[in-house]
Each structure stands twice: as structure tokens, then as C-alpha cells.
């Protein structure tokens, strides 16, 4: 393969990096195929559990688009725990950053913070506060992360539940994540106070 011609970057010549940007289009291209790959490591994670991590995005997922959620939030349920095998401790920020370029804002702001409102369902039981999310009562995305949480992702731990497989969310996750990365038209970011 073709390859530049430095040693260190601040040597590079305007043709390395033209290079360099083409390979690295190629490469953003095939991002699709890694997430989906990611998700299926997701088969041998966190042990304990009824099910899978995969089963529990396959139904988060399943449950979403069931529920009518459009397919960024669709989407969003599918990956929304693929942070867990390498930021176990922040999982959700780490979704959300993979996400953040592609999808509504809305839908980001839930996956980051789904991690604290799920803390809802269980903390107590470790002695934790479980009423952190409830610092965001006011905010305008407050009842989506509820929603998100209570009827896509808490439940989602069912061994007899039929989820659809990943081959059915394939398309919507190369869909999204062919789109131009933050596009202010599919971002619709609100306007700052
Ligand atoms: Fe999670
Ligand atoms: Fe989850």
C-alpha cells in the first residue's frame, strides 16, 4: 500500500497528507462495519447477567422501534452500551461521543446521560443515590431519557424476549452513520440561552 514518506509529521509534504485524507475517508466509510463488529463483541462481555450485552442492544433496539422511536433513537438503543468493554466506568459518554457526529442531539444528550438515570432502577440497592438523574428535571430532554430508560433499557434483560437480529438494525446503522458528520440539519441542536 502507499504510504507517506515522513518519519514525523512536521517533515510531511502536502502530498503525504492528500494521501492521508483519502485513506482516511475510505476508512471513516467503513465505520458501519466496526460498530456492527463492536456489537457482536458485546456477546462476550459483562457476566452475570440472563443475557448478553448483544441481546440486551438487540432489545433495547427492538424495543425502540417497536415504541416508534425514529431511527436515530432506534439506533442510539443499539449502541447504547458499546462503550461498556472499553470505558467500563464511563460507558455512556463514550457512546455518546461515537454517536454525537451522526445523530439528533436530543438522542445524544439521552445516551449520555442514560448511565446516571438508569441508576434510578438500582442504585439504592448498592447504597448509591438513586435519584441523581432528578438534577435534570427541568431540562427540555429530561421525559425522552425517561422514556429511553424505563421502557427501552431497564427492561431489556429478558431471556424470553424476541429481539430482532442485528442483520435487521445493519441498514439503519449504515444510514445513519453515512451521513455528513455534524450536519446542523440533522444535529438541530437548540439554540443556546
Ligand atoms: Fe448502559
Ligand atoms: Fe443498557
Redesign the pocket.
Known sequence: MQHVTFTQMQDGSAQDYQLLHSLEHAYIQALPDRLLSALQDLSESLPGYQISRLEHSLQSATRAEDDGADIDMVVAALL??VG?VLAPDN??QM?AAILRPYVRAEVTWVVEM??LF?MQFYAHHLGKPNDGHLAYAQHPWFASCQRFCALY?QTSFDPAYASRPLSHFAPMVHTVFARKPFDPTVLQERAKA
Do not use: K, L, W
Open positions: 447504547h452500551d461498556d460507558h455512556s457512546a442514560h448511565g438508569q433499557d
